[in-house]
């Protein structure tokens, strides 16, 4: 009789109406007529993919390879090989077969139960103590590794000492056994993973075929299981849990997180990490606090899933798994509004019309309960748009409907869908930046909208009797920026404050130098003041707020757009890329800061005011992937003498301009000189003109 490997690799390279005439084993019918599937997410690079393939199918054939690998004694290896090809059979099965186990009491949503039910109710090729040892390590195949993240309580992993007591095994036997099924299902996940955790899952197959229980493995060190990835990713778990006993002490919960997760002694966990390890501490235990109420109202539940809340946080972008921002952050408020007293009694939030929390129940099944939330079909369909219009001028007006709906922050605008790319390419920017050390005036200096932390870095490693502090209005930058800084040891600090209120986060005097690097053209473009954006009473306010900050002899540093002078100048484009007139008028018609003028001269040939032509094509060089957001933008927003007025008109007497420098810098030349050729009217080529201005204010006197 062939193997289960060899059945599997069979059925795969048949067409597909050949492998429907076939006579499969029941396992492997199974997991064949899978109609949807049930992965976790953690590991998943591409959503899409998973249309592409059957991943469960795959994760059995690789399991069964590795035990291949193993050296082991022939009816070992023959009962974990039933043990592997079944032990996935619940997450298989066409719709119309899931409900019917269902009907049967089978719990199809915990997959090692639900397996091993079938397998008992299906399987003919074993009996006796064999059919009882193979169902068992079916049963609770897994429990080891989800012990080792948190999911579950060693105690789950005891019956497996069963058939030591029983005379089927010895200790060395099961030892054998439970090593070997290990190795396999952990890495079929991952090599790298079972590499991971190998010497500390020998410690525990060693515990239970002893039939003994690790010392020290109570609740802190589950949770701190849970939180694995968060922790390697920089989260500080005992200063945010100490956090959290004081918040719960606060609220009457006298031994804080201790009392308050004693329901979860009994609980089976799945998918917390893959749907929660994003969130910040406090959040997390929020979510698990209001699952575990949940758990326990009406028939208690002993298996607590995340597994809807983890689909609904993820969708592809540009064919990778990103988390959709969208909902992250308005879960983030709702638990944010949402305090300890409501937590605890599993109350939902007074005031939320669009999104509330649930923890719900399949019928027939009672045993397991499902955390998740949901949004209104509005808040539904609007975050979808958003999606949608990601590559689209009608993103940011997507945003701000979401943000009035949800009543989030508008000056909290976040570059939702591509934080990560946003950071990186300001991280990029050292060498530009490094100019703007030589001007830092004292020992306190203050970064406004530090990006990807890259001056941060700068000032640490070139000025290390410095202190340097990063401030930004958006979340999930704040966040970025803090892990790390924990994961790096890195010496600087960040906070989350507003630019034109700076004195709510930071106490006046206690800065030496604030920076502006190429903030106050999005401050400008982005932050509506006084209801308008394209603002510059932005500008004045952000200037004014950091002005309020320093000390005499203190330094405001500016490095930002500049628009040349004479204004009234004209240049003429010609582009090498046929399609760029085209772009030009997209462009004129998307932009909102002011309006763009130019005349069509020929086929690939326009003429333009210089600043219009210089704005365009700032947004050119970038490319067509950053339209989205370059279009909001406007780089340059005042001329030398413009900007050295307004510094003059701010703050009279009590400053002074120590340096006004303007130049082109050369990424521009450089991107911009096979796409196009600028002339002026008489057809002689020129230079691109000054880009960025780099100025520098002292504060010389109080008022």
């Not at 300890?340 to 509330?356: D, F, M, Q, Y």
């Not at 300001?426 to 001007?439: R, T």
């Not at 405001?556 to 757009?561: A, E, F, P, Q």
């Not at 521009?668 to 201005?693: F, I, M, N």
């Amino acid at each position: 009789m062939p193997s289960a490997l060899e059945q599997i690799r069979s059925y795969m390279e048949k067409e597909e109406e050949e492998a429907r005439r076939i006579d499969l084993p029941a396992w492997l019918n199974i997991l064949a007529s899978a109609e949807e599937y049930i992965v976790n997410y953690e590991r998943i690079g591409s959503i899409g993919e998973l249309e592409q393939l059957n991943p469960v199918l795959a994760y059995v054939e690789r399991s069964l390879e590795l035990l291949q690998g193993e050296r082991m004694s022939f009816w070992m290896k023959e009962l974990l090989e039933e043990v592997l090809a079944w032990s996935e059979t619940a997450k298989g099965g066409s719709r119309l077969d899931r409900i019917g186990w269902q009907r049967q009491g089978i719990n199809v949503f915990v997959h090692n139960e639900g397996s091993a039910d079938l397998y008992l109710q299906k399987s003919t090729d074993s009996a006796g103590d064999r059919r009882r040892l193979t169902a068992l390590l079916i049963r609770t195949h897994g429990l080891l590794g989800q012990y080792l993240r948190g999911e579950v309580p060693f105690a789950a992993n005891m019956p497996l000492h069963g058939p030591v007591d029983e005379g089927l095994l010895t200790e060395t036997e099961l030892a054998r056994l439970l090593m070997a099924l290990n190795r396999c299902v952990i890495g079929a996940v991952s090599e790298d993973l079972w590499e991971a955790v190998a010497a500390e899952l020998e410690a525990c197959v060693l515990h239970v075929s002893l039939g003994t229980v690790p010392e020290g493995d109570g609740l802190r060190r589950r949770l701190r299981r849970l939180r694995t990835e968060s922790i390697r990713r920089g989260e500080d778990f005992d200063g945010g849990l100490a956090e959290v006993d004081q918040a719960l002490q606060a609220s009457g919960v006298e031994n804080g997180s201790e009392q308050a997760f004693a329901r979860l002694n009994d609980k089976t966990l799945w998918y917390v990490e893959a749907a929660l390890s994003e969130f910040s501490l406090e959040e997390f235990v929020k979510m698990m606090l209001l699952a575990l109420r949940g758990a326990d109202e009406g028939s208690q539940a002993r298996h607590i899933s995340f597994e809807r809340l983890m689909h609904g946080l993820y969708y592809d972008y540009k064919g990778v798994k990103k988390i959709n921002l969208y909902k992250k952050r308005i879960i983030e408020k709702y638990l944010r509004e949402l305090d300890w007293a409501a937590v605890l009694e599993g109350g939902r939030h007074a005031n939320s019309p669009h999104l509330h929390h649930r923890v719900s129940r399949e019928k027939g099944n009672t045993d397991t309960c499902f955390f998740g939330f949901v949004f209104s079909p509005a808040a539904e369909k609007l975050i979808d748009f958003c999606v949608e219009a990601e590559k689209s001028p009608l993103y940011e007006r997507a945003v701000l409907m979401l943000m009035d709906l949800f009543g989030l922050r508008r000056d909290a605008y976040d570059r939702f869908h591509n934080e990560d790319e946003y950071l990186e390419s300001m991280n990029s920017s050292a060498d530009d930046k490094k100019v703007l050390l030589s001007y830092i005036s004292g020992s306190r200096v203050l970064d406004i909208g530090p990006g990807g932390g890259v001056l941060l870095d700068l000032i640490e490693q070139e000025l290390p009797d410095k202190q340097a502090i990063g401030v930004d209005i958006s979340e999930n930058v704040v966040e970025a920026l803090e892990r790390r800084r924990r994961l790096e040891n890195r010496n600087w600090r960040v906070l989350k404050g507003d630019a034109l209120n700076l004195k709510q986060s930071i106490e006046p005097g206690s800065i030496d130098t604030v920076v502006f690097s190429s903030i106050l053209h999005e401050l400008y473009s982005y932050i509506p003041f006084n209801g308008q954006k394209f603002n510059l009473e932005t500008v004045r306010a952000a200037l004014q707020s950091a002005f309020e900050l320093i000390p005499v002899g203190g330094r405001i540093l500016i490095r930002d757009g500049i628009m040349t002078e004479p204004e009234e100048q004209t240049r003429r484009l010609t582009f090498s890329d046929p399609e760029a007139p085209e772009k030009l008028a997209r462009y004129a018609e998307d932009f909102v800061g002011r309006e763009i003028k130019f005349e069509q001269l020929g086929p690939n040939e326009v003429r333009m005011p210089v600043n219009d032509a210089m704005e365009f094509l700032y947004t050119y060089t970038w490319g067509e992937e950053a339209y989205v957001h370059e279009v909001q933008e406007q780089f340059g927003y005042m001329t030398p003498s413009q900007y050295e007025a307004c510094i003059a008109e701010l703050f009279g007497e009590q400053a002074k301009i120590v340096v006004s420098r303007y130049f082109l810098q050369e990424g521009y030349t450089l991107a911009l000189q096979d796409k196009v050729k600028v002339t002026d009217d008489a057809g002689h080529e020129l230079s691109l003109p000054d880009s960025t201005c780099l100025i520098v204010i002292e504060k010389v006197s109080e008022s």
